[in-house]
């Protein structure tokens, strides 16, 4: 026996050795795949120990305990779409199995952070592989039980619009989590829409496995919640097995996979586990628990379950599989000391280069020409609708969703008329969450389709912007591009809507959207603008896998007029031609002040344009359009044309856009005069209280006047 081995271990290959034939078994086959998987994820816990008591390794949370899940995995095929639990290393180690890959390599070159390690390249130890169907999953608090709902919900979907999916029609989408994270909003909102879809008999084949370990960190999970709560939701199938009993494990399985797979409905596996060595590296166990419960756990090891199985099976001796478990415990130390000395990456460039790609070229040529229906000048909410019709005509994949966007057309008529047109398959309402509309984007749009989901109100979007942040926008960055969710998200936001409101539904905060990395945030306010903004966005999302937000401003949907009543200068044609993103707009020449801009702060500025030119003041309005990633180039261009800039900005003078804009400035070296009027730092009020925060006509001509004196 090797000296070094800790209590857990010790305990183990004693057990192992001790073991002698009790009953008779059958299932040696599948009770051999599960043996390997889990010793082989219990080593690579060890190793990962080993490394960072050498200060070779990082931190890591282990699946140590854990290990019945791979009894889940010989359950299902190796093509239905796994989201993992970070402790279900078994999983993903059976999974490997059954297509003869190596997946600890996998997992020691992800500890090791290094560039060959298949599906995040270094930039995280994650359970990821584009061949065996893991979708790489950095949440720790569940965040990924949305998108697994949004993949369940795409499988069936695409089949019945006859759209090209990544998994097979009658794939299962199974999504692991811990018990502790059971208790998270985003847990809740998933658990709920999945019911949500069964109680309306939409087919929905998930399998949700919860991983009880009766642990958060250190704070136990009260006994009989976890059951209690899952059982809850009679819309979806329960059942229950204990991970020290593998066959009862291995049936249940079996049976809810086939359940789901035939049913197309979803289920629940509530899996008692136990946790071994800690929550993860940097955690010290006996600080809250007992040496004594600690040990007791021990005996409940599936490790040693399923080798009592083998040995009552007659497929080997304790003798015969504790030499196997020590000798694979220094094959695999070996393995993850080699991986140590393997490249990692070295550049920025390196860090980045799979974050956001930019194929501008490519997606010029995706953007299809249309012809307008009409000449008529159409209104910002008629540019919108028809920019939306062309895209789902052009692009079959293309689905519009959200609140209220179907048989009423938005709460603004935006949508009107689409659902009727393009059919209840395509357009169509979802439940009221903010979190749920994201994630069932995030997996259709790694499922095959591009989603257009919205959200009604920009205030709405806080309650769910993590699964832009943590979910959407990282895809593509863990993954190396192997996997991509390219969506565009509508949503309508700003202030200056009158006599509506209070902060929810006047809202000027954009400043998480443009700190989140890769993001497009795109914002027109010109109806002539809008479609080939849209359009470029579909298509940067179907060719570069661009997570977009679209942002509207409310305010302008039904505006006509832009001097004076009755004049219908605020109309325009429709749009034809293809915006890149990041292309800005100039709108006068003005040789005296340059003016940056967009969405409501447009229509103030060209206005109050209009008033400085009768004072002898002549300006120059930059609409931005593109918000991230801002348009530097045009704004260093319109900038040297006049040597004074003022910046228009309609967010908050904290975290607004206009900070952006002048930090490009000033990165530049521009030479000339700046200055900034922003909205106050304040909610938005109800009625004309507004008028006092949000940004006017009057401060922007001031400050023009102001700044063009000084120069």
Not at 414 to 441: C, K, Q
Not at 489 to 499: D, E, L, M, S, T
Request: glycine letters at 8%; proline letters at 5%.
């Amino acid at each position: 026996m090797a000296d070094d081995l800790d209590p857990l271990e010790r305990h183990l290959v004693e057990a192992l050795r001790s073991l002698v034939p009790a009953a008779a078994s059958d299932g040696a086959c599948d009770a051999a795949a599960l043996w390997r998987a889990q010793v082989d994820s219990r080593l690579c816990d060890h190793a990962a120990r080993w490394l960072q008591s050498q200060q070779l390794g990082y931190y890591t949370i282990g699946s140590a305990g854990h290990e019945s899940n791979a009894a889940v995995a010989l359950a299902l095929r190796p093509t239905d779409p796994a989201l993992l639990h970070y402790r279900s290393g078994g999983f993903y180690l059976a999974r490997a199995g059954q297509l003869e890959h190596d997946g600890v390599v996998d997992i020691l070159l992800g500890m090791a952070a290094a560039v060959e390690e298949p599906i995040a390249g270094g930039r995280h130890k994650v359970f990821g592989h584009a061949d065996l169907a893991v979708i790489p999953q950095t949440s720790t608090i569940a965040s990924h039980l949305p998108r697994a709902v949004g993949v369940a919900f795409a499988v069936d979907r695409a089949t019945k619009l006859g759209v090209k999916s990544r998994w097979p029609h009658d794939a299962v989408t199974v999504c692991s989590f811990g018990d502790a994270s059971l208790n998270h909003a985003v847990a809740q909102a998933a658990l709920n829409t999945a019911a949500h879809c069964a109680h309306q008999r939409l087919p929905l084949a998930a399998l949700f496995v919860c991983e009880d370990n009766g642990l958060g960190i250190s704070v136990p999970s009260p006994v009989g919640w976890v059951e209690s709560a899952l059982r809850a939701r009679p819309q979806l199938r329960f059942e229950t097995a204990a991970g020290d009993d593998p066959q009862a494990v291995l049936a249940t399985a079996h049976e809810l996979a086939d359940w789901v797979r035939e049913e197309r409905r979803p289920a629940v596996l509530h899996l008692r586990t136990v946790r071994y060595l800690s929550h993860a590296g940097a955690d010290l166990e006996t600080a809250y628990r007992t040496p004594q419960a600690i040990r007791a756990d021990f005996e409940r090891d599936p490790i040693l379950a399923t080798a009592r199985w083998l040995v009552d099976a007659g497929e080997a001796t304790g003798e015969a599989l504790a030499a196997e478990y020590l000798e694979s415990r220094q094959r695999i130390r070996e393995l993850a000391l080699t991986a140590t000395q393997r490249p990692q990456l070295e550049t920025a460039g390196e860090v980045m280069r799979p974050l956001a790609p930019r194929s501008p070229v490519v997606v010029a040529s995706c953007v299809a020409s249309v012809t307008a229906p009409t000449d008529e000048p159409l209104t910002l909410a008629q540019a919108i609708n028809q920019g939306l019709a062309d895209v789902l005509e052009q692009h079959p994949e293309t689905l519009l969703f959200g609140e209220d966007v179907a048989v009423k057309g938005g709460v603004y008529g935006v949508t009107r008329g689409l659902h009727a047109r393009f059919g209840a398959a395509r357009v169509f309402d979802t439940l009221l969450d903010e979190t749920s509309i994201l994630g069932l984007a995030l997996g259709a749009a790694v499922t095959g389709f591009v989603p257009i989901p919205e959200i009604q109100y920009l205030a709405y979007l806080h309650n769910a912007e993590d699964q832009l942040r943590g979910e959407a926008a990282t895809l593509q960055f863990f993954s190396q591009g192997r996997y991509r969710n390219g969506m565009v998200v509508r949503v309508a936001g700003y202030g200056y809507q009158r006599g509506f409101g209070g902060h929810f539904h006047n809202d000027d905060s954009v400043a998480v959207l443009r700190d989140i990395p890769g993001l497009v945030v795109a914002s027109p306010c010109r109806p002539e603008d809008v479609g080939p903004m849209l359009r470029t966005c579909v298509a940067a999302a179907k060719v570069d896998g661009s997570v977009c937000v679209f942002l509207e401003p409310i305010a302008l949907y039904h505006a006509r007029d832009l001097f004076e009543d009755g004049d219908g200068e605020w109309l325009g044609p429709p749009g034809t031609s293809h915006i890149p993103i990041g292309a800005a707009r100039t709108h006068r020449a003005g040789r005296d002040l340059t003016i940056v801009t967009w969405a409501n702060g447009l229509r103030m500025s060209l206005r109050v344009a209009n008033r400085l030119a009768e004072q002898g003041v002549f300006a120059r309005i930059l609409d931005l359009r593109w918000l991230a990633p801002l348009p530097v180039e045009d704004i260093l261009r319109e900038a040297a044309a006049t040597g004074c800039v003022l910046v228009a900005d309609e967010t908050r003078q904290s975290g607004g856009v206009s900070e952006g804009v002048v930090a490009a400035l000033v990165d530049a070296g521009f030479g000339g005069r700046v200055a900034r009027v922003t909205s106050k730092d304040s909610f938005v009020p109800l009625g004309t209280a507004a008028n006092l925060v949000l940004l006017s006509e009057e401060e922007i001509a001031a400050a023009a006047l102001r700044l063009v004196a000084n120069a």
